[in-house]
């Protein structure tokens, strides 16, 4: 937590200051891991940062790194809608995971992303555990939580 007043004050994290360099992922994927790996350094509770690491590992396939970052941007986001830090306990009235807010898309999104990465990587149980829950919370599967988990069961998910 930042102190914003006083004598000790520290300076507010600026996440598009910490992720210079990462905006060229693609041409220069080297330069864009540093950026990420040094964001990451120093803003780890940071969600934009979080956010960055995600999607930069998600997008160059490397799955087992976006595997955690998708794990603490869950986390951050059930901290932010006071529910239980273990997905197995959330129920769908812990929060209301059909609103069009931050935090409930963002945990909803962030359950989906560790399942597709769980089924990249072969984690069997991870996936079919945190799909099963998206898709209990999820009824209009806004996020595709319900739609990944019924490719993964009939063994479609190596079309995706």
Not at 113 to 129: E, K, M, Q, W
Request: charged share 20%; glycine share 6%; with cysteine.
């Amino acid at each position: 937590m930042n102190v914003t007043n006083g004598p000790s004050a520290l300076p507010p994290i600026d996440p598009t200051r910490l992720l210079a360099g990462a905006e060229a992922a693609r041409s220069r994927p080297e330069e864009s891991a540093e950026a990420i790996s040094h964001a990451l350094h120093e803003a780890p509770e940071d969600i934009e940062v979080r956010l960055a690491a995600y999607r930069f590992y998600f997008y160059t396939h490397d799955y087992a790194a976006a595997l955690p970052q998708a794990q603490v941007i869950l986390a951050l986001a059930a901290r932010r809608l006071n529910i239980a830090q273990d997905p197995a306990l959330v129920r769908p009235e812990d929060a209301d995971f059909t609103a069009h807010d931050f935090a409930p898309g963002l945990y909803l999104q962030a359950l989906v992303g560790i399942g597709y990465c769980a089924v990249r990587l072969g984690r069997t149980d991870l996936a079919r555990d945190v799909l099963s829950i998206a898709a209990m919370l999820d009824p209009t599967d806004r996020f595709g939580g319900a739609w990944l988990l019924e490719r993964y069961e009939t063994g479609l998910a190596e079309d995706l």
